[in-house]
């Protein structure tokens, strides 16, 4: 099996110093692990790392979509496994949980083809009534209704026939990896989030945000949203 080292973590944890100084010590390569920091523009806000930070270390899948595009999950696994396969040591270094377990573990997508329609048809509809929509077609389902996006896509699969509720979950490693969890005091996470949002509004946080919605690009992340 493929060696590969996973480090994980809080925001503000420390995750991205430490990559660098493990990469530089086993000559590893860099693979992005978060859901936000594929998509061009969204720097600021997502922390991504600076070229100059990089120390050298090669770094990959970052800013390699358009902000007004998608990325599914499912691009996302498809990518990840394919630097897997072409890295000689490689490390993949994130926050977004999902993203990471469909790399490494035997999780199975389809690529989404739904019709771009769909979301418009349900638009003036709450949250909660969308749930009970889904619920009527899909009763075992466990989901988080304020989470909208997920909600849809369950709906949507749930009209097609295929019920969430029903899929197994595979957790079966397909890959020898060491994953690295980061923890620290929460007091000492708190101050250093504090001091990470300080330094994001000097270097033009809500500039950024503006710039995207200039475009009509509205990001649905952490940050962002606020």
């Known amino acids: 099996m493929k060696k590969v ?20 010590a086993f000559h590893a390569e860099i693979i992005n692990g978060d859901s936000v920091q594929v998509y061009r523009g969204l720097d600021i806000g997502s922390a991504k790392i600076k070229k100059e930070d990089m120390q050298g270390v090669k770094h ?10 998608t990325y599914s999950v499912f ?20 926050g977004t949980g999902l993203y990471i377990k469909a790399a490494l573990y035997d999780y199975e997508f389809k690529e989404e083809k739904r019709d771009t329609t769909f979301e418009e048809t349900y638009q003036s509809y709450s949250n909660e ?31 097609s026939g295929e019920l969430r509720s029903q899929k197994t979950k595979k957790d079966d490693l397909l890959y020898d990896a060491c994953i690295i969890y980061l ?11 504090i001091e990470r949002l300080d330094l994001q509004m000097k270097e033009g946080f809500i500039e950024e945000v503006k710039s995207l919605k200039d475009q009509g690009i509205e990001i649905n992340a952490i940050g962002y949203r606020e």
């Open 5 to 24: 080292i996973v480090i994980v973590g809080p925001t503000s944890s420390g995750k991205t110093g430490l990559s660098i100084k493990l990469a530089k």
């Open 60 to 69: 990959h899948l970052f800013d390699v979509c358009d902000p007004s595009k």
């Open 75 to 94: 691009a996302f696994q498809k990518d990840v496994r394919k630097h897997l396969e072409n890295i000689d040591f490689p490390m993949i270094v994130g």
């Open 129 to 159: 009534a969308l749930y009970e929509i889904l619920l009527a077609l899909d009763p075992d389902i466990t989901i988080d209704l304020n989470n909208r996006r997920r909600v849809l896509r369950a709906l949507y699969l749930a009209q």
């Open 183 to 193: 923890d620290l005091d929460r007091t000492i996470l708190e101050q250093r989030l």
